[in-house]
């Protein structure tokens, strides 16, 4: 009899459903007698010990369904060793409902907070397989992670959308793109829906180049401009700030996010008309693309091999074409980011796409 544990923990993202159920089908199917018991809401469920018995229904016509039935949510690591607010230990706590429920392993499904809180969870002695999801794709250890494909999908879309309307009425348009510090989903989705201008955390921009790339396509007859903006964008000028320095800027901070500043500073500039779209959850939400559904179900199922043999302590993750299973002490605490100097970076800029560098 194996005994695990599962939960989602952090943002959702597309796949998370087709990841459990692979873990799940997997060891339903094994000659093993199997119990899963889901924790509610990510981290919180399992330190409060709010958890039901999965049975094989629940696992049953979700391969296509959005978001987690589980439920999730941030519990920060910076503050899982602090005590909650009516002084209980938050990891005793959570070591204490793992021994109660004999479970043999728990397997956690999340981005980069959720993998320290598990890698920290290994080190206290339980049995953890995580599986790596985020549409950031800013996971260490694994070239991908399930719901990055399905989230670009939904920002090539918007863009695509908005291409049309900048080129009825000769606009600028920016569309920002999640991905918190890093820009896998901004060059993917722009190099998709043939953004000419794309700006992402990793390469800072210069504004005036911004303005030189457009003025370059107006005097080539293109009279609309499409940018598509990272969230975490940052100019060259703020990039040379301290951490202090940058967070007090913040602090006074008059625009909705940086698309914004980029907007009124291109209009200063250009006297141009600046339109910002920002799809934001949009791209976190609805069904998992065919590609999400295939590669979540196998890592799903990968994990539920390794729970068989007894192999713990590893994130099931994606390197060359080849499931691998990584140490998660190599996972957690580092940030994978888009490589400047990578070639698709380097294709991008040789079909003209300018990076405000
Ligand atoms: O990590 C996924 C992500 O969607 C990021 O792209 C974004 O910065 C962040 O989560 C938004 O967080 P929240 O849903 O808590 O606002």
């Given at each position: 009899?194996?005994r695990?544990?599962m939960?989602?923990?952090?943002?959702?993202c597309?796949?998370l459903?087709?990841?459990m159920?692979?873990?799940?089908k997997?060891?339903?199917n094994?000659k093993?007698?199997?119990?899963?018991?889901?924790?509610l809401?990510?981290?919180?469920?399992?330190?409060?010990?709010?958890?039901?018995?999965l049975?094989?229904a629940d696992?049953?016509?979700?391969?296509?369904?959005?978001?987690?039935?589980l439920?999730?949510?941030?519990t920060?690591?910076?503050?899982?060793?602090?005590p909650?607010?009516?002084?209980?230990?938050?990891?005793?706590?959570?070591k204490?409902?793992y021994?109660?429920?004999?479970?043999?392993?728990?397997?956690?499904?999340?981005?980069?907070?959720?993998?320290?809180?598990?890698?920290l969870?290994?080190e206290?002695?339980?049995?953890?397989?995580?599986l790596?999801?985020?549409?950031?794709?800013?996971?260490?250890?694994t070239d991908?992670?399930f719901g990055?494909?399905?989230?670009?999908d939904i920002a090539?879309?918007?863009?695509d959308?908005?291409?049309?309307?900048?080129?009825?009425?000769?606009?600028?348009?920016?569309?920002?793109?999640?991905?918190?510090?890093?820009?896998?989903?901004?060059?993917?989705?722009?190099?998709?829906?043939g953004?000419?201008?794309?700006?992402?955390?990793?390469?800072?921009?210069?504004?005036?180049?911004?303005?030189e790339?457009?003025?370059e396509?107006?005097?080539?007859?293109?009279?609309?401009?499409?940018?598509?903006?990272?969230?975490?964008?940052?100019s060259?000028?703020?990039a040379?700030?301290?951490k202090?320095?940058?967070?007090?800027k913040?602090?006074?901070?008059?625009?909705?996010?940086?698309?914004?500043e980029?907007?009124?500073?291109i209009?200063k500039?250009?006297?141009?008309?600046?339109?910002?779209?920002v799809?934001?959850?949009?791209?976190?939400?609805?069904?998992p693309?065919?590609?999400?559904r295939?590669?979540?179900s196998?890592?799903?199922?990968?994990?539920?091999?390794?729970?068989?043999?007894?192999?713990?302590?590893f994130?099931?993750?994606?390197k060359?074409?080849?499931?691998?299973?990584?140490?998660l002490?190599?996972?957690?605490?580092?940030?994978?980011?888009?490589?400047?100097?990578?070639?698709i970076?380097?294709?991008a800029?040789?079909l003209?796409?300018?990076?405000?560098?």
């Open positions: 009899m194996k695990i544990g939960l989602t923990s952090g943002g959702d597309q796949a459903n087709a990841a159920r692979g873990v799940a997997t060891l339903f094994a093993e007698d199997v119990e899963i018991y889901g924790f809401n990510g981290y919180q469920g399992l330190i409060y010990g709010k958890f039901r018995l049975t094989y696992f049953s016509g979700i391969l296509t369904k959005g978001g987690t039935f439920g999730s949510s941030r920060p690591f910076k503050t899982i060793q602090d909650d607010e009516n002084g209980l230990d938050k990891v005793a706590a959570m204490q409902n021994f109660k429920l004999q479970l043999d392993c728990l397997v956690i499904l999340g981005g980069n907070g959720t993998h320290k809180t598990a890698n969870l290994r206290q002695g339980l049995n953890v397989v995580t790596p999801k985020t549409i950031d794709n800013d996971l260490w250890g991908m992670t990055f494909q399905s989230a670009v090539t879309d918007a863009i959308c908005i291409h049309t309307t900048a080129a009825s009425h000769g606009r600028v348009f920016i569309v920002e793109v999640m991905g918190h510090k890093v820009g896998f989903l901004t060059l993917n989705a722009g190099m998709a829906g953004a000419d201008i794309i700006l992402i955390p990793e390469i800072p921009y210069d504004i005036d180049k911004i303005v790339k457009i003025k396509r107006h005097d080539r007859g293109s009279a609309f401009t499409i940018l598509a903006v990272a969230e975490g964008a940052i060259k000028k703020d040379k700030l301290s202090k320095e940058y967070r007090k913040l602090e006074n901070y008059k625009y909705p996010s940086v698309s914004y980029i907007a009124e500073d209009k500039k250009s006297g141009l008309d600046v339109r910002v779209t799809p934001g959850h949009t791209q976190r939400g609805g069904s693309c065919p590609y999400d295939v590669f979540a196998r890592l799903g199922s990968e994990a539920g091999k390794l729970i068989l043999k007894g192999e713990y302590g994130m099931v993750g994606y060359n074409r080849e499931i691998v299973k990584v140490p002490e190599d996972v957690a605490g580092k940030l994978k980011m888009v490589d400047p100097k990578s070639s970076v380097k294709e800029k040789m003209g796409i300018s990076f405000g560098d």
